[in-house]
């Protein structure tokens, strides 16, 4: 195996998603042999202390694309590794970053949720989204499409349990809250007053935030005056071990929700970004999960009132984790490298 360049970006904006994908992705290249590299304007410390850990090498940019000191960068790094394979996620890079890419001699993977650029010039094209079979991608004649859930990636923490199976209680009583890595507009703040006005019985919340959210101090002023059992934490690493102890979950519509439901976790998705109300028109008609709109629009009463509705409706959980772990099987990183180590060739089995 030899090297491969990740060039992917994390921000209070953007969040953490594009980056902690590819570092599944980087995991499993990892696992066969190979040697990473990060190009990244990574402004989580906490998020590039774990690529420093995992031993991938990193380039560290001040700014990211549009900025031309980004490919300047990136042109440098290519050309001390002729003919790398190397992967693109982020929706701010364009068609000609593409282009740049090609005819620098390199294999191109691209990671796409929306099929928003004109043209596509990648060797393959991964969108493991529901509705990514519903789009229309134009692209060259050698492009792959590696399109849908069969193809998410996990991290290997995730990919530990596979296998294992939800049990669901006739009624709900942990929630987890995960809003992403940024939130900067503290949606989390108004999810915790909404699980504070819960009618359930008996309710305790794990409330997940990343390490460049901005406002765990008011957070956790919340949590004390909270009468809910409400534990925050920052950064954290057991994430897998965190969903199988929750029995419902809130989040954002972000590649967290494929994570949930590997881990059969029923959830109340909703909507903090333009992008991912774009997402979630895709998990609409299958029943994933519950869709609570936008969050900035959503009263904390009708929230409260969801949360309470699927805390109590155990046969609705119960068909929403089984769908999740029957649309989401884990083994997207072992599909994906088999492509991207064939030239994007290969015909799967």
């Known amino acids: 195996m030899k090297r491969l360049i990740i060039r992917a970006d994390a921000s209070i904006e953007m969040g953490s998603g594009h ?42 940019l001040t700014q990211p694309f549009p900025d031309l000191g980004d490919w300047e960068r990136m042109a440098e790094i290519l050309a001390a590794h002729p003919n790398t394979p190397v992967v693109l996620d982020g929706y701010h890079f364009d068609e000609a970053y ?18 928003h650029l004109k043209h596509y010039y990648a060797d393959i094209v991964l969108n493991q989204n529901l509705h990514a079979e519903q789009l229309h991608y134009s692209c060259e004649p050698y492009t792959r499409l590696l399109l849908g859930t069969r193809y998410v990636l996990f991290r290997r923490e995730f990919l530990a349990r596979r296998g294992w199976q939800r049990e669901v ?8 809250v995960t809003l992403g890595g940024g939130d900067p507009e503290n949606h989390t703040l108004k999810v915790i007053q909404a699980v504070q006005k819960t009618d359930a019985p008996v309710l305790e919340a794990t409330v997940l935030i990343g390490a460049s959210n901005p406002h765990a101090d008011v957070l ?27 029995d419902v979950a809130i989040s954002s519509a972000g590649t967290t929700v494929w994570e949930l ?43 409260a009132g969801l949360l309470s509705r699927l805390v109590k409706d ?30 994007g060739r290969l015909i799967e089995s």
Not at 35 to 56: I, M, P
Not at 98 to 115: P, T
Not at 169 to 176: F, M, N
Not at 267 to 291: H, M, Q, R, W
Request: aromatic share 6%.
């Open 98 to 115: 593409q282009q740049r890419l090609r005819e620098a001699g390199h294999q191109l993977l691209v990671i796409d949720d929306m099929a």
């Open 261 to 303: 439901a590997f881990m059969g976790i029923p959830t109340i998705v909703a909507v903090t970004t333009p992008i991912e109300s774009f997402l979630v028109k895709g998990l609409d008609k299958y029943g994933l999960f519950y869709n609570a709109g936008w969050l900035r629009r959503l009263s904390m009463a009708r929230l």
């Open 220 to 246: 956790e002023a919340a949590i004390k005056e909270s009468r809910v059992s409400i534990r925050l934490i920052r950064d954290a690493r057991n994430v897998p071990a965190l969903m199988a102890q929750a």
């Open 169 to 176: 209680p006739e009624l709900a009583r942990h929630v987890l």
């Open 19 to 60: 980056l902690m994908r590819c570092l599944a992705l980087a995991q499993a290249w990892q696992d066969a042999g190979g040697k990473v590299t990060f190009v990244t304007a990574c402004q989580n410390d906490g998020l590039l202390q774990r690529l420093r850990e995992e031993g991938f090498d990193i380039h560290l």
């Open 314 to 343: 155990t046969g609705a959980r119960r068909d929403m984790a089984s769908l999740g772990q029957r649309l989401v099987d884990g083994a997207g990183c072992d599909k994906v490298l088999k492509y991207l180590t064939n030239g």
